[in-house]
């Protein structure tokens, strides 16, 4: 499903606005892949720190789902994540140029979250996410969460932000999953405001 017209003409507006290449960049992978990139604006300077600081301290890497142009990435290694335990997992080919350029030092993983499993990674600290899962075909959601809770050690949280007041995954696939939802906080500077929470897998 593309943008309306209307939408396009305040991207543009938008991006005229604020003369800022990563945004110019983000505003046209949004209208060429609307549905991955699902976004107007990339996560604010808040909203990444307020992602970052959900990380638990701890052994095991953390990976980063939909990193787009790293604004979280950034404020993950400023939280003290050593660069060797990051890996980028992003499936937009002009994503994955720009954060190679951008981090070096990082592991970035052009491929789909939903293959996270083949990356044959430790079991994981902590899975923070930028995906629109809101905007995904409930298959999607599905292969993504089942394959992040499948790398995730006992108890790791799935870090997610989203624009909706709601939990962006259905009340039948966390029952399926196993999964219950955290709460952790809402960033009202964000465009648009944005609630940061966290899900974990139930045991026993
Ligand atoms: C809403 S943007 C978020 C970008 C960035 N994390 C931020 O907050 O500004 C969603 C990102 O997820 C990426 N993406 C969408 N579907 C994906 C998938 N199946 N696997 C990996 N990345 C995906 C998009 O290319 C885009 O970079």
Redesign the pocket.
Known sequence: MGLSETTRRALRLTAGLRPDSDLSL?VG?ALR?PQ????L???SDR??AAMAAQIPEGPGPVV?????????TRRILGHGVAPEDLHL????DE?VSLLRQRFPELAVHH????TLCDLGLPPLRAVVS???LLS?PAP?QAR?LRAAFRQLAPGAPFIQ?TYGPSVPVSARLMQALKLTARRRNVVWGNLPPAQVLTLHRLHG
Not at 64 to 72: F, H, Q, R, V
């Open positions: 983000f992978q892949r991955s990139v699902s976004a604006v990339p996560a909203l990444a980063e789902l939909g990193p787009g142009t790293g604004k979280i997992v992003e499936i937009n994503f491929c789909g979250a939903q930028g995906l629109p995904f999607l993504i932000y």
